[in-house]
């Protein structure tokens, strides 16, 4: 990342053997996140937050002390 790109949250992931997906969706509630637009892997849920369309790069970054959680981050070029 350089001093001219922005970041922000693309997707957020949860392991499915650690929270159901009321779970989830309550965390995502509480936490100001979208939880309408979600997929389905076998083990895990993902609540899309962004159109993945707009960014360069991609990172995915574990939530701190919240081993169940992941957040992918989305890079982009500012004014893009």
């Known amino acids: ?3 001219h790109e922005y970041s922000e ?8 053997k650690k ?3 009321i779970q989830c969706v309550n965390w995502l509630y509480d936490h100001g996140f979208k939880y309408n637009k979600m997929s389905e892997t076998e083990h895990h849920y993902r ?3 962004t159109n993945s369309k707009k960014y360069t790069w991609y990172m995915t970054i574990p ?9 992918i ?5 500012i004014g893009a």
């Open 47 to 49: 609540y899309k937050q």
């Open 19 to 21: 929270m159901s997906q």
């Open 1 to 3: 990342m350089n001093q």
């Open 63 to 71: 939530k701190t002390n919240k081993k169940e959680i992941k957040f």
């Open 73 to 77: 981050v989305g890079w982009y070029p």
């Open 9 to 16: 949250i693309q997707t957020i992931i949860f392991i499915k």
